[in-house]
DNA sequence: ACGACCGGGACTCCCCGTTAAT
DNA sequence: ATTAACGGGGAGTCCCGGTCGT
């Protein structure tokens, strides 16, 4: 589990990385306001479980009050799932080559947000799938914010596709997104000690083996050419 | 909106399957009142929409008190998801040929839960994945529900089999899933206009051809964490 | 400011008028939690001010729940505005002589409900207006729930009236409670060393000499005969 | 929805009112800001209901911070109750003649202020009374801000007057405006379709008749108090 | 088994005060 | 000198669970 080193130099904390534009120091604090409550908000989190833990208490942490806690995230399992890569998946999107094929692409995305995270703060990446493993609601929240990025994602391809190449496409994200999701949950079980860009690499090659020992079922019933 | 008649005369589409053990009366008399109670809620869900339908009033039309309703739903969410193939399946595994491979079994007690409920009753299920298709609330506890099962199935399968082989089983077994909620969520959009069985396969067609391009990934070991 | 004895010898605290038929043990036992609270909250209104004054802070008084004083009152201001002569409304109702005119019938059943709790209990009445006089958002529902009080009155009245006598009704109740509104002001402005029934009585004169001063419009623009 | 046209000739009947003083040109540009945020409010009020839309919305569709919405308007509520006469009252006042009776006063200002909206812009005046109507708390704050209105008119009279006296017109200003008010909403509920200004003096026909039906209650000063 | 009653936490909305930016 | 941004706080609604009596 190594310990994220900034490229830059700068002291700040939280700092980001290599930004095509940069922040406004609006967000800059604002992503600052919203680490320090996660940091409290998982701190409890981890001291009294997810359902112990009220809102009120964890705005008192925070030094917030309740109303202000939801100005920041509007729900409370928003504060396990909020991490700054969502900034970053747009510019991972600009640095891969032009004409990658889109299934190629899902992959590395979804691989660079996840490395990101934990290479730059793995303990904090732990906490929350700890949670995310746990708690059904957060679980369930996270795929519904995952399968958004895969249609915005799909929405912003360059190039012109059918409907039945989207689908592909969708299903093919899904499927890469299932299996993210089950090597996150066999290292956080592991509690951080594997390596969890391993295991993510494992998951994608078990998921290409088992589907494809599955019969298309087409032939069956459509005239499409065997 | 016709029931489905399968094309290829197979008999197992959504015809009543063989009930193993039949039912106990006041089983029986369970199932009719959540039955009462779904028809009650999906009506007012769609007059008012979801959100805006509370289960006290839900609780009325049904004539049941708030408190009753919670004895046969544990959640709000629950009155849209629950059908009655819950039951049904395991006698779809009964009936399962010793040996198949298990994505494939996977792939038919997907199909057979959903061609029982398409051949019994199209409306609800059509009103059912309305809903489910605009409230995530929704549908994230019918993605954990469905998860849930997979991992019932998994461990219920014969055999020993590694860690390895589970994570393929349970890999493919939920992109079969993604695929079949890709199905219905087509299905509902042309309003139940198209064959939600034909739409069925062709998603698992896309997704065996999507999963196909990618290139596996384990050989290059870790040359680079990031 | 006589307090009032209960005609009747029943020794539990809060004896209602005698009913026509008497309430179910259910709705006793909410009748006094609903004083019990109003209670609480008077003092505390008294004591901070109505604004100054929160429902966490009524219902600690209470020994109830926030949640449970939204039972009891859907709103703040109706723990102010809730006395137990709504109950008594349809009792007067019954005993006012068959054939009496509408607009005397309203005067009556006003008057009798003012006079039930001044007899009763004048000293809640007198805090209860002190509020009521104070803060325009529970005057304002105060109306609004008068109006509705001369609403289900009109339509419960026996026999049939064309829309324009209902106007006429309706237009005479109005300002039958304006005059009792201003009767209650007044009196409550005097801190209850005024008798209210005669500030009641004078009001409405007052209402019937102003109201007779003005010349009809009508011959100005319509046919029906002068 | 045709402006009235007075059958009376008359010609004070929503023509524009001759200024006393002009107004400066910041107030001017107050107005105009005013009435915009009042058009983009009561659009959205008619497009998803008063209580469905949130004052961001509002502020987000005429183009103004949240904040600024209330520099405008103190509450969401008197959005949709304020109008440009308020400025026309004082105008009317002293063009009164003097010594006129003041109730006769009263039911001019009213008659003229409402008379000025409907010609000036009944389409919008119609929707702010649709609202009006169907929503509670609106109505109440109208209600508060004629009280307050007929307040100030009685403290502007001319003269010494005692307090019997000032009761006599604060009653008939009361019962007056419930007969605008009246009057107003079986005009809404005809959707425009009827004359407002001849429902209005119908309405003030039918409250003198009503009250004259009552009989004083003087003499009989206290007979027995209940 | 059911219903009535109550509690509690999440969440939204209105409204206001303070601070910052223009 | 306005305007926006931000934070705070109270009211109110909804979901859901526990308890008790029947």
Redesign the interface.
């Known amino acids: 589990m190594?310990p994220a080193v900034s490229p830059t130099g700068e002291t700040d904390d939280g700092a980001l990385p290599p930004r095509t534009k940069p922040l406004g120091s609006r967000e800059r604090r604002r992503i600052r306001t919203m680490r320090e409550i996660q940091t409290e908000a998982l701190r409890l989190f981890g001291a009294r479980g997810y359902d112990n833990t009220t809102i009120e208490q964890i705005a008192a942490a925070a030094d917030i009050s309740p109303r202000t806690f939801f100005r920041y995230f509007p729900t409370k399992e928003d504060v396990v799932l909020w991490d700054e890569y969502d900034v970053v998946i747009e510019d991972s999107l600009a640095r891969r080559p032009a004409g990658e094929?889109p299934?190629?692409l899902m992959?590395a995305i979804t691989r660079?947000a996840i490395?990101?995270q934990?290479?730059r703060d793995p303990d904090r990446l732990l906490a929350r799938h700890h949670i995310l493993f746990a708690v059904?609601?957060v679980?369930?929240?996270f795929?519904?914010f995952a399968r958004d990025g895969i249609e915005r994602l799909i929405r912003g391809l360059p190039g012109e596709r059918g409907e039945?190449e989207d689908?592909?496409?969708?299903?093919?994200a899904?499927?890469?997104l299932?299996?993210a999701g089950?090597a996150l949950d066999t290292w956080q079980r592991s509690n951080g000690k594997e390596?969890l860009?391993?295991l993510l690499?494992?998951?994608?090659?078990?998921?290409?083996?088992?589907?494809?020992?599955?019969?298309?079922?087409?032939p069956?019933?459509?005239s499409r050419a065997r």
Chains 1, 2, 3, 4 share one sequence.
């Open positions: 190594s094929p299934g190629e992959r660079e490395a990101w934990y290479a059904p609601a679980r369930a929240r795929v519904e039945a689908l592909k496409i969708h299903l093919t899904l499927a890469i299932d299996a089950a390596d860009l391993i690499d494992q998951a994608i090659d078990a998921l290409i083996e088992g589907v494809a020992e599955l019969r298309p079922a087409g069956r019933r459509r």
